[in-house]
């Protein structure tokens, strides 16, 4: 096992050990801001919200070619870096000149203060290697996680919309095989990296993985650690023991079986929403509306399912999708279906030396019309106030013959609403029944006032996602 970690930055292999005094959770933010050279990067809210702190991060596929994708450097750990390249503002201009989109920046006049642009940069820089002539809506998505205050978005979109347009190639493409041959170069074994303080493990295999947690039960297991990150950057907690699974290629599958499809939990949510496109539509249109295109790089569904948030994305919508949670641990295999997977507030039946390996969900029939929905203040990067996500399967004569009303938001922990769900069974989809069914809501969900919204929102939100679910059904 290796007491180092190593990845590309300004074009070399950088290796840094345990014995370089830099804590394991130092953040990647934090690592760039202590050197001279990389000033660019700035810090906003140091909580994934205004990406002032976007770095692009390479990683090499089994052929040789780097796809690109925009982090937010304040909740990525150091060593999270292993065998990627780290792409910050500085690198991205050729030796003479802007890079596209730069260029474009300057044109439509898209930087006033200066200190969001960085960051827009960098997640215009991602795009540009990632799509060719974006439309409107991917241009939106790519910028979500970007906060501008003075200049406006129009002159930033208007330089996506002209720069995007070279089918990724740039002079990054040029030397795409020579940085492919350095990342080959970096060792991938496991890795564990001792400190005064802190144990940080990044095991390389699952076996390796399941091991470690047997061993030390106590650790704080991190996917993508969108969610964990923050008890360093805003708690300012020490995390003694650490098992970082995001090194783990066995568990970021995502694989579609024909009757079914598994999502490796280690897959990024940006992979999860890509492969469920088609066999999944809710699924994916969750995933549309989940943080931002940066977070979605790092999440995972694991970690997600991890959180055993109630106002957690996820869960409603894998509740109807009927879908099963796999869990291993040492010699062990287990599956539970999700709607037993979730015990109480943030309690699940995962054991604490099992790892969530995936998620398995069956393909719906072609009568069966499932959907999502997200209240938020804001539409995009923003918490759920409520969610719902819901399954009607009819019979021939048109009446309900299964339901699934999913909620989160509305109670300690994601909930169907049984007795409107118990109403609707057997009675015609028609607006009648439903609005029977949004009566019995209240016997259903207890919803709390917070500083998101009142008690009394809540549930007639949720009342309403079923009525737009039905009006959705009409189409
Ligand atoms: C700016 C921002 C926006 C966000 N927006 C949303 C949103 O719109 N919707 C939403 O639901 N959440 C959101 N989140 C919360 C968070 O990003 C998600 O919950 C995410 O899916 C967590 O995944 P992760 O891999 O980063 O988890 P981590 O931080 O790595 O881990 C989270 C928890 O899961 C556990 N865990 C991780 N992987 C496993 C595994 N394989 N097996 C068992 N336990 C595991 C960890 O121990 C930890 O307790 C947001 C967070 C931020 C910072
Ligand atoms: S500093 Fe705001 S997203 Fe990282
Ligand atoms: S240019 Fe000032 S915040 Fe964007």
Redesign the pocket.
Known sequence: MKSSFSFILDGTVVTIDAESGLPPTTTVLEYLRASAAHKGVKEGCA???CGACTVVLGSADASGRISYAAV?SC?VFLPMLHGKELVTVENIAPDTGLHPVQEAMVATGGSQCGFCTPGFIMSLFALSKNHDHPSREVIDDALT?NLCRCTGYQPIIAAAAASCVHGGRDHFSAGEERVAAMLRSIPQGSICLRTEHQVYHRPASLGEALSLLHQHQDA???????????RVTKRHELLASIID??GIGE?KACADQGTFAEFG??A??SAVEESARAAFPALAAMLS????R??RN????????????P????LPVLFAYDAVIL?EGMNRRREIPVREFIVGYRKTL?RPD????GVRIAKPGPDAAVRSY?V?KRKD????TVSGAFRLERDAAGRVSSIVLAY?GMAERTKRAAAAEEFLLGKPWDRSSVEGAMALMSKDFTPISDARAGAEMRSVAARNLLLKFWNDTQR
């Open positions: 909580e994934g919200d937010d909740l996680g704080i297991v991190i996917g993508g650690a969108s969610d964990i990150g923050l699974i995001s568990l939990a280690g990024s949510l509306v989940f943080g931002s940066q977070i790092v999440a995972t569904l694991g970690g997600n399912l991890g959180t055993a948030s106002i957690g994305d996820m869990l995962r099992e790892l969530i390996t997200k938020s990067l923003d918490i759920s989160g």
